[in-house]
């Protein structure tokens, strides 16, 4: 609404003035009139004032706005140079606040405001220049439309408002991002880990018949591929049965030993060895339970990641929810600054698995203060940042 913003006054006058109760026309405008009004309103008067609050406000007010601007083409209103004058004050102040303060527009998105925008080395980001573009494209184009060149200045609105778009969309926003969101060290993560195979635990009999019959000699499983996947590595399939009336109870287990036989886009498919199959018979041979009984739990087994003292939530989305899965290994996000957990779960022998590499995504000022506290020399030695894109958030791993 940058540019839209600057024609609100003068479409909510306009609106008012058009607003009638005998024409259906009338009605219609005079409704969003209320719409618009009472949804800035509301947003006015609750005490906590999040940016994206406003959210429910924008629809009613870019039908005004768009309105406003069919009247002037139709020649049926006009922007007069009052209104004129107002919007392009309205523009540039804005122009000038994004200018000095970048962080205001990605701060609609987010909750948290008190995170700075990238501007010391080697994060330093400057997109003053494309705000200045903007807007000066943005006070002409409103210049135009307040003229008799009517026409040209709503092209020419047009125009800076898809020029505003493409730029956020295209320039802003990826800048933002990288220091906003994880997506960077997360990619690391995914890019960098050693797959093993996959853990898969049924809780009735009925479900692991109906997806390994005896002719099964190939299993299949979705992730994200690492750059050191290759055909032959050797794979690992858990198949865990766990007990009706105590689902985290393991009742009995076995490993079917492969290898990768394909590698597709997402998808990796390991041909068990010979006679793998015959370990499940025991499991298989179980009578079916009487109780309904949970999904089958899925998981890749891998070097896992550990989310040291991150309250963002956006370590669940890219991860997946793998942080905090329904596996006891896979409860890997430690929130708490005392590290109490964090202890814990090193300490459990069910949890994790020494030799095996681990990665842990924090803050980036904080990641390297981890070293110290891993259980092991060489867990210590093996410390190393992997990733430090965003001014924000780091990546680092270290093997057990």
Not at 95 to 117: G, N
Not at 187 to 207: C, M, N, S, W
């Amino acid at each position: 609404m940058w540019l839209w913003a600057a024609l609100i006054p003068a479409a909510l006058a306009a609106a008012f003035l058009r607003a009638r109760t005998d024409t259906r026309e009338g009605r219609i405008r005079f409704l969003v009139c209320l719409w618009a009004i009472g949804g800035v309103a509301v947003f006015a008067l609750v005490q906590t004032k999040f940016h994206h609050y406003i959210l429910p406000a924008i629809p009613p007010l870019a039908l005004l706005v768009a309105w406003y601007l069919a009247d002037i083409w139709d020649g049926r209103d006009r922007l007069h140079p009052i209104y004129a004058g107002i919007a392009i004050g309205i523009v540039l102040l804005i122009c000038r606040d994004l200018m000095y303060e970048p962080d205001r527009w990605v701060e609609m998105f987010t909750y948290r405001y008190d995170r700075p925008w990238p501007t010391a080395e080697p994060y330093q980001v400057d997109p003053s220049d494309g705000f200045l573009g903007l807007g000066l494209a943005a006070a002409i184009a409103l210049l135009l439309a307040a003229m008799r060149l009517r026409r040209l200045g709503i092209i020419a609105l047009a125009a800076a408002g898809l020029a505003i778009c493409s730029w956020a969309e295209h320039g802003y926003m990826p800048i933002a991002a990288t220091h906003w969101g994880m997506r960077d060290a997360m990619r690391t993560y995914y890019a960098q880990r050693t797959i093993y195979g996959e853990k898969l635990v049924y809780f009735d009999p009925a479900q692991l018949r109906r997806e390994w019959p005896a002719s099964r000699t190939t299993w299949s499983f979705d992730t994200f591929i690492p750059e050191t996947l290759q055909v032959g590595q050797p794979m690992t399939i858990t198949v865990q049965l766990n007990k009706a009336e105590d689902e985290r109870q393991m009742e009995a287990q076995a490993q079917l030993v492969g290898t990768v036989s394909d590698i597709g886009a997402h998808t990796v498919t390991v041909t068990l060895a010979g006679g793998e199959t015959a370990k499940l018979k025991p499991l298989l041979a179980r009578p079916d339970r009487k109780v309904r009984t949970r999904p089958t739990v899925r998981a890749v087994d891998a070097d896992r990641l550990i989310a040291w003292q991150l309250y963002w939530r956006g370590e669940n989305f890219w991860s997946g929810g793998e942080i905090w899965d329904w596996l006891p290994e896979m409860h890997t996000s430690f929130v708490k600054t005392d590290n109490g957990e964090l202890m814990k779960f090193f300490k459990d022998t069910g949890r994790i698995v020494p030799g095996r590499r681990y990665f842990v995504v924090a803050e980036n000022g904080r990641i390297t203060s981890l070293r110290p506290l891993l259980p092991t020399p060489r867990a210590r030695d093996t410390f190393e940042v992997l990733n430090t894109v965003s001014n924000k958030f780091a990546l680092a791993s270290f093997t057990l």
